[in-house]
């Protein structure tokens, strides 16, 4: 069983409408929660995080965690082209070296058509 | 601020040559993380670095890796001899403190023929 699962996807969403981006996790301990966003050709940039259950909103982005159910998602409104790219869902590792210790989902690829 | 650095950005090698990667990291940031990107493994962490001490290399892959950071500004990362399935992207990211974030460099394109 992979630690960071992610359903790779390709999504495909028409522009304006909500990408539903989701993501589980194996490590009970694990305390804090990253979403990626890469570009083709391009690094991944954080574009959210998350360490409490539930809901946290930054502009068109929410993210949702639920640590019983060890379940991390991402929610794009009003979706864009430009929101077009491989999204990867990351987990901070449970505590003393294994902080910043950061394990990586295999991404979802995520496509807005006009 | 600049941000991360890396160097070279494509690196094209034979296979049993040296390949050394750098990585310049952000200033004040005491973290440094190497990451290899590939289609079939996703994104693997390899080393990371807490005030230029390794703290975990449980991802480099076998003992033809190693790693340096010298001091708070540099970084590489060496493959001896290099072989066609270490063809990836390696990306260098650093992180200040506690504070979470880690900032990802533009990567190096690593071919090995």
């Known amino acids: 069983q992979k630690e960071v699962e992610q359903n790779s996807g390709p999504l495909s969403v028409p522009e304006g409408a909500i990408a539903s981006l989701n993501c589980t996790y194996s490590?009970?301990?694990?305390?804090?929660f990253f979403w990626y966003r890469q570009y083709s050709g391009k690094s991944p940039e954080l574009i959210m995080f998350?360490?409490?259950?539930g809901d946290k909103e930054d502009g068109r982005f929410t993210a949702q965690l639920n640590k019983a159910s060890q379940y991390v998602s991402l929610l794009i409104r009003d979706s864009q082209p430009s929101d077009s790219a491989t999204y990867l869902c990351?987990?901070?590792?449970?505590?003393?070296?294994?902080?910043?210790?950061?394990?990586f989902g295999q991404g979802t690829i995520l496509t807005v058509h006009p | 601020d600049a941000g991360v650095i890396q160097s070279p950005r494509h690196e094209v090698t034979e296979m049993g040559q040296e390949v050394t990667l750098r990585c310049k990291p952000i200033?004040?940031?005491?973290?440094l993380f190497w990451y290899r990107q590939t289609m079939m493994r996703g994104l693997e962490l390899l080393i990371y670095?807490?005030?230029?001490?390794?703290?975990?290399d449980s991802g480099m892959p076998e003992d033809r890796f190693s790693a340096k950071m010298p001091n708070a500004s540099f970084s590489t990362l060496k493959i001896q001899p290099s072989e066609p399935r270490d063809s990836a992207v390696y990306f260098c990211?650093?992180?200040?403190?506690?504070?979470?974030?880690?900032?990802f460099g533009p990567g190096t394109r690593l071919t090995v023929l």
């Open positions: 990351a987990v901070n590792g449970a505590g003393g070296t294994s902080y910043g210790k950061l394990t």
């Open positions: 490590d009970r301990g694990s305390q804090s």
């Open positions: 998350i360490y409490s259950n």
């Open positions: 200033s004040g940031h005491n973290s």
């Open positions: 670095f807490n005030n230029n001490v390794p703290i975990d």
């Open positions: 990211a650093s992180m200040a403190g506690f504070t979470d974030t880690q900032y």
